[in-house]
């Protein structure tokens, strides 16, 4: 995909970016009560938002990466635009922010909550390692790179919480 650019997002873009999200989390909230729980989220404060812009300054993705740990980020909300789902803009907004974030601040693994179908996220380098949150049992665990999933589990280095 040409023409896209990654970038963090600004203030000016929040509630465009938490809109991308209203039709699937606003859990019969009004747009104005979704917006203002956004916007006093603390979730929301603990990271920071990303955003995949057209040239002409279009939003079409956006995300929130948390710190976890030294050399470990986490990924959430994930969303897209409605009318540009299922175009590849998450995809992109993902990949190129693994890739950002890997050469600049030496990040080796992400973890991210699956509640859509897993095989999107394994596409982009993603394994299941487990189910943590309760009361979501659709929900997955995720970390990537894949190759090193073994390494959590009973055995190997706990999960992180739900962020």
Sequence with gaps: MTGLQLRAAQPRDM???FMMGFDVWRDGLSREEYLAACQISPKFEKGKWW???TAEGKIMSSLITY????????LGSIATDYEF???????ELIRQVITYLEGSKAVQAFFLFSDIDPTFY???????VGRRVPGHPHTVCMVRPDNIRHL??????????YF
């Design 152 to 161: 959590y589990g009973e055995d190997g280095y706990s999960l992180p919480s």
């Design 122 to 128: 394994e596409k982009l380098g993603f394994g299941v």
């Design 51 to 53: 955003v995949l812009e």
């Design 67 to 74: 710190s976890l740990a030294k050399g470990v980020v986490g």
């Design 85 to 91: 789902r299922k175009q590849g803009f998450a995809s």
């Design 15 to 17: 509630e465009t970016v």
